[in-house]
């Protein structure tokens, strides 16, 4: 069973500002670099953990909560409050098979498929 955690204030008072005048696409990139910024805490924090600093999200209503491995055995979750900043009822129940599991997905899907992101409409 996982444990989930807050961020912690000093990467809390990173994240990114919401406005009305930025496009969606500038808040996705905002957002992106901020996920970039937990995951390369995370990583800091645990070196030896290879999965430490991997992105996991579960399904929720109409996207996702978004969450940052910290550790991976036993494994220990930080909340990314992004977007609708959904959190899981589920996340708890979270073990490291499912954390392998996405990122053997995600990089299948990524060599298939590309980021979404970096093409214009």
Request: aromatic share 12%.
């Given at each position: ?18 406005s009305s005048?930025?496009?969606w696409?500038e808040?996705?990139?905002?957002e992106e670099e ?6 390369g805490w995370?990583k800091?924090q645990?070196?030896?953990?290879q999965?430490a600093?991997?992105?996991?999200r579960?399904?929720?209503a109409d996207?996702?909560a978004?969450y940052?491995?910290?550790?991976s055995?036993?494994v ?19 073990i490291?098979?499912d954390?392998?599991?996405q ?8 060599e298939r498929f590309?980021n979404s ?5």
């Amino acid at each position: 069973m996982a444990k989930v955690y807050a961020l912690p204030e000093e990467l809390e008072a990173k994240m990114p500002k919401y406005s009305s005048e930025i496009p969606w696409r500038e808040h996705a990139k905002m957002e992106e670099e901020f996920v970039g910024v937990v995951q390369g805490w995370a990583k800091e924090q645990n070196p030896n953990d290879q999965y430490a600093g991997v992105q996991y999200r579960i399904p929720h209503a109409d996207s996702y909560a978004l969450y940052v491995v910290a550790q991976s055995s036993p494994v220990v979750l930080y909340h990314i409050p992004i977007s609708d900043a959904w959190d899981s009822p589920w996340a708890d129940r979270v073990i490291k098979k499912d954390i392998v599991l996405q990122v053997k997905r995600d990089t299948f899907l990524k060599e298939r498929f590309g980021n979404s992101l970096d093409k214009e409409e």
